[in-house]
């Protein structure tokens, strides 16, 4: 039995390891053409050229409670102060992919 489950469990982490990646992969290329479509002309390089204290970098992302997809997909979507709502001109996938990207970059240090 506990072969059996060991075997279960090696053939789930190959399928996460192997299909996973490629799939976020997508999203974050996808991301990326949203983010320089939509975002880049304020937020280029990570920054805020409208409050440059409030910037797309981890630490302020996580300061102002901003550091989860849920939280970033609510602002792209919504918008908030001087940051427009896109909710009407991007569609969730779009919004998901960005969100994914911008968490990314954050993490890689822009």
Not at 88 to 108: F, H, P
């Amino acid at each position: 039995m506990k072969l059996k489950l060991a075997y279960v469990f090696n053939v789930l982490f190959a399928i996460a390891l192997f299909i996973v990646p490629p799939a976020i992969a997508a999203d974050l290329a996808k991301g990326a053409q949203v983010f320089s479509s939509n975002c880049a002309a304020c937020h280029i390089g990570g920054g805020n050229v409208v409050n440059g204290a409030k910037t797309l970098r981890k630490a302020d992302l996580e300061q102002y409670g901003m550091a989860s997809l849920e939280a970033i997909q609510m602002q792209v979507k919504n918008g908030k102060a001087a940051m427009p709502a896109f909710g009407s001109r991007l569609d969730d996938e779009q919004i998901e992919a960005v969100a994914a990207y911008v968490l990314d970059q954050a993490e890689k240090g822009w």
